[in-house]
C-alpha cells in the first residue's frame, strides 16, 4: 500500500484558488491514487502554527498572497530565485523534516512565453508595481535584451521597481500610469495589475500590436486582451502561468521529471468555465 502523501495551497482569500484543480488533474494523469491536494484559508499571524502542525505525510505548500514573503523565516533555506525577489510560492518538505522555499512564478512566466514562441525581446513594458511586477522583472532578466519601462501610479513604487532593477540588473525606467497607452507599442506589454485596472487602454491598442500578457485568469478575457486579440495580437494568459508554475510545483513536490500540462490546461479551462 502505498504511503499518502499530501499539499495544499494556502493563503486568504484563498476559495478562488485553481491549484486545487490542477494539481488534482496532475495526480489522476501520473496515477497518483495515494496524493491528495487541498486548499486552507491561512492568513499571516496562522501561518506558523499551521507549518509548524504538519506530519511527514505532507510533502509541499503552494502560497499565495499575503504568505510569500511571510513564510521566508519559517523555512531551511530557499532557492536562489526566491531570494531574488523575496517571495516563495513553493514550499517542498523532505522525509528529514527540512523546509525547502522556492518561486516557481518566474519559471513559469519564462516557460508561458516560450511556448508563445516568445524567447527573446528587445525591450518590454510593465504595468502595474506589486509583487507579481517583482517576479516579472526576475523572467524578464532572462529574456529581455535591452530596457523595461514600468508604468506605475506612484514614486513610491517607481522607487521599488526601480530597486528590484537595479538588484535584478534588469534596466527599469519609470513613467506615471497616466501615460501607460505608450507602453502598447512595446515588443512585449506585460499586464499585473488587477481586474479592470487596463480597460480603459483597450481603445489604444496599436494597429499591429506586439505580444501581451495579462496575468488575469478570471474574469478572462479582459477588455485588453479582447482589443488585443481583435486586432491579431499574440496573447499569453493568467491561465497560462498558472499552469506552467504548477507544473514545476508538481514535479519538485513529487520529484517526477515530468507534469501533464495538456492534461492540467484542460482541467483549468474546465473549471474556469463552469463559473
Not at 211 to 234: E, K, M, N
Request: glycine letters at 8%; a negative charge.
Amino acid at each position: 500500500m502505498s504511503t499518502i502523501r499530501r499539499a495544499a495551497v494556502l493563503g486568504s482569500p484563498i476559495a478562488h484558488s485553481l491549484s486545487p484543480v490542477l494539481h488534482r488533474a496532475a495526480y489522476a494523469e501520473l496515477g497518483l491514487d495515494h496524493w491528495s491536494y487541498d486548499r486552507f484559508e491561512v492568513d499571516e499571524a496562522g501561518l506558523p502554527g499551521f507549518v509548524e502542525g504538519l506530519d511527514p505525510s505532507w510533502a509541499g505548500l503552494s502560497l499565495t498572497m499575503p504568505l510569500k514573503r511571510a513564510v521566508i523565516p519559517l523555512l531551511d533555506e530557499i532557492s536562489g530565485t526566491a531570494a531574488s525577489v523575496e517571495a516563495v510560492n513553493t514550499v517542498v518538505l523532505t522525509e528529514d523534516g527540512r523546509r525547502t522555499g522556492d518561486n516557481t512564478d518566474i519559471p513559469g512566466m519564462i516557460a508561458a512565453l516560450r511556448e508563445r514562441g516568445v524567447a527573446k525581446v528587445e525591450s518590454a513594458a510593465i504595468l502595474g508595481a506589486g509583487a507579481t511586477a517583482s517576479s516579472a522583472l526576475a523572467a524578464l532578466a532572462e529574456i529581455c535584451a535591452g530596457p523595461v519601462t514600468a508604468y506605475v501610479r506612484s514614486r513610491e513604487r517607481g522607487d521599488e521597481m526601480r530597486g528590484w532593477g537595479e538588484r535584478l540588473g534588469v534596466d527599469v525606467r519609470i513613467a506615471d500610469w497616466a501615460t501607460a497607452e505608450r507602453s502598447l507599442s512595446a515588443p512585449l506589454v506585460v499586464a499585473t495589475t488587477p481586474a479592470g485596472a487596463t480597460d480603459a487602454l483597450a481603445r489604444s491598442v496599436p494597429r499591429t500590436p506586439g505580444v501581451l500578457f495579462d496575468v488575469l485568469y478570471d474574469p478572462w478575457p479582459t477588455d485588453l486582451v479582447a482589443a488585443w486579440s481583435d486586432r491579431d495580437g499574440a496573447v499569453v494568459g493568467g491561465l497560462d502561468l498558472l499552469v506552467h508554475q504548477a507544473a514545476i510545483q508538481v514535479e519538485q513536490m513529487t520529484r517526477l521529471p515530468s507534469a501533464p500540462l495538456a492534461a492540467m490546461r484542460t482541467a483549468g479551462e474546465a473549471a474556469l468555465s463552469s463559473r
